[in-house]
């Protein structure tokens, strides 16, 4: 897609006041993929030469947003956490070309803040945090599962930039199950719900994403039996959180979202005591 209302790119690396029609350019793959008549200058991060993906001292995980899909990917598949299969598991769940997974970054995907992305779910379901800078050279935090408050919605303020998502340790230590479903073989995700069962006190917490229009987390300081993850679900999604577009109907996402609940219960909580 030629962005023809683009007059100007512009290094990141250079700082300039932040004006009306600017926009982040990381891979691009969102930005030329339709129109973006409101765009006038394109502030690329290309060279900001962020590490992609790193272990911290502490043990965290620390994710640059200009990290692709293609990146994060290989760099899991060597990692040895329990909860490293889930990141090829959300990785897949884009369907998309290998093209795409090798210029898509995971920044770009949180702040698209679609209800079906995948690098929502991972993070949100990793209790990740964001890393926030403002122009002015401020820096904020805020958890991935607050980062996105509707389909589309961030609580990113005019110029701000999403500088990283830092996954816990904790978090990496931790047995997750997941479960997906589309209406078509290589469609946008439906329904992605995450359980991740902490390693320390076997909190389980179940994150449901694709379904509604916002990532909606759900704890269980104990082991739940099916009730009481129904009545979780039934009680934590409020009827207008589910989305509603032509990848499927509420009625439905709400369906799926309820048996990939209980789903996700028995592999953590029985089969897990067996």
């Known amino acids: 897609m030629d962005l ?21 350019l990381g891979g691009g793959t969102y930005l ?17 030469g962020w590490e992609p993906v790193r272990m911290t001292a502490a043990g965290d995980l620390e994710i640059a947003a200009t990290c692709t899909i293609a990146q994060l990917s290989r760099f899991a598949r060597g990692a040895d956490w329990p909860a490293a299969p889930l990141f090829e598991q959300c990785c897949r769940a884009f369907l998309a070309s290998w093209k795409i997974w090798n210029m898509a970054t995971v920044g770009g995907n949180l702040c698209n ?38 389909a589309g ?17 904790r978090a990496l230590a931790s047995r997750t199950a997941f479960r997906q479903a589309s209406l078509y073989g ?3 995700s439906g329904a992605l719900l995450i359980g991740a069962r902490d390693p320390i006190d076997g909190e389980l917490a179940l994150t449901i994403t694709a379904s509604t229009v916002r990532p909606i987390q759900l704890r269980f300081a104990v082991p739940p039996n099916a009730e009481a ?12 959180e589910y989305f509603d577009d032509i990848h499927g109907l509420p009625a439905w996402r709400r369906h799926m979202t309820h048996r990939f609940a209980e789903e996700i219960r028995r592999e953590l909580v029985e089969e897990a005591g067996r």
């Open 186 to 188: 290589l469609g946008r």
């Open 113 to 150: 803040g679609l209800p079906a992305g995948p690098m929502i779910s991972l993070t949100a379901a990793l209790d990740g945090v964001c890393t926030l800078l403002s122009q002015a050279g401020e820096v904020r935090e805020v958890p991935v599962k607050d980062f996105v408050t509707g």
């Open 229 to 240: 993850v129904r009545e979780a679900v039934a009680y934590g999604v409020r009827p207008d």
């Open 153 to 169: 919605v961030k609580v990113l303020r005019p110029g701000e930039l999403l500088r990283s998502i830092t996954v816990p340790a």
């Open 4 to 24: 023809n209302t683009v007059v100007e790119l512009r290094d990141a690396r250079r700082r300039e006041t932040w004006r009306p029609g600017d926009a982040w």
């Open 32 to 48: 030329f993929s339709e129109p973006q008549p409101h765009i006038r200058r394109l502030v690329d991060l290309g060279r900001m």
